[in-house]
């Protein structure tokens, strides 16, 4: 299968903890975008990468939210301290390019307890 | 800025045809649909350039209007696999670049 990959599916923490998402995109992709989407609401942009460069991060993101794509190819999304507002699905994009289709994982889902 | 989709929500009979209308308050590069079932991600469904044109999808079509900014998807004798919620994400341009925002989703049921 050579669509976006997310690990893990499902992630349970209690409130406090510190928890690590990965992506995998698409391997010819150039960008990626991390999303969070609450129950009923579109997907709600977090960041983006053009190759392994942060080109952008959502002014409404806490600094508890730090992503990485070291080598351009996969990514990680760590939030830290996490809180009960966290819980949401986490999901993963990729494109070639900026006006792309963006292809989606199946997404990360985050219960804060 | 969000684009503004519109009905919000819209409940079917099998065979009945729908549209789902999303609009910018921005010029828009180009807009893409996608469709998310309930626990699932966002599949992508089509994208519209800028000096396109219609496209269609089985019995699921678009529209991009350029000078009203909107774009409207076209699902013609639904089946019950339609069922779920539709997005638009619109391409627009300004001086720092192209931004991609997904608008609040329309849901559409269809009843057997």
């Known amino acids: 299968d050579t669509g976006v990959s997310q690990d893990p599916r499902h992630k349970i923490t209690k409130r406090g903890q510190n928890v690590t998402f990965r992506c995998d995109p698409i391997?010819?992709?150039?960008?990626l975008y991390w999303y969070r989407q609450t129950l009923g609401q579109g997907p709600e942009f977090l960041t983006y990468?053009?190759?392994?460069?942060?080109?952008?991060k959502s002014r409404l993101l806490s600094d508890r939210f730090s992503a990485e794509r070291p080598k351009g190819s996969f990514s990680t999304l760590e939030i830290q301290r996490t809180e009960q507002g966290d819980s949401a699905m986490y999901l993963c994009?990729?494109?070639?390019?900026?006006?792309?289709?963006?292809?989606f994982g199946p997404g990360t889902r985050l219960t804060v307890l | 800025q969000q684009p503004v989709q519109s009905p919000q929500a819209v409940i079917l009979r099998e065979g009945e045809d729908a549209v789902i209308n999303c609009s910018s308050s921005?010029?828009?590069?180009?807009v893409h649909w996608y469709r998310q079932k309930h626990g699932e991600a966002p599949v992508f469904l089509m994208i519209?350039?800028?000096?396109?044109e219609q496209k269609g999808h089985e019995k699921i079509s678009a529209s991009f209007n350029e000078k009203k900014q909107q774009s409207s998807l076209y699902l013609t004798a639904s089946q019950l696999s339609y069922s779920g919620t539709y997005f638009c994400?619109?391409?627009?341009?300004?001086?720092?670049?192209?931004?991609?925002?997904f608008g609040p989703g329309t849901r559409l049921s269809v009843l057997p």
């Open positions: 994009a990729s494109s070639l390019g900026s006006a792309d289709t963006q292809y």
């Open positions: 391997s010819e992709h150039n960008r």
């Open positions: 990468f053009q190759n392994e460069a942060q080109l952008e």
């Open positions: 921005k010029a828009l590069y180009s």
């Open positions: 519209l350039l800028k000096g396109g």
């Open positions: 994400g619109t391409v627009t341009s300004d001086n720092y670049g192209q931004n991609f925002v």
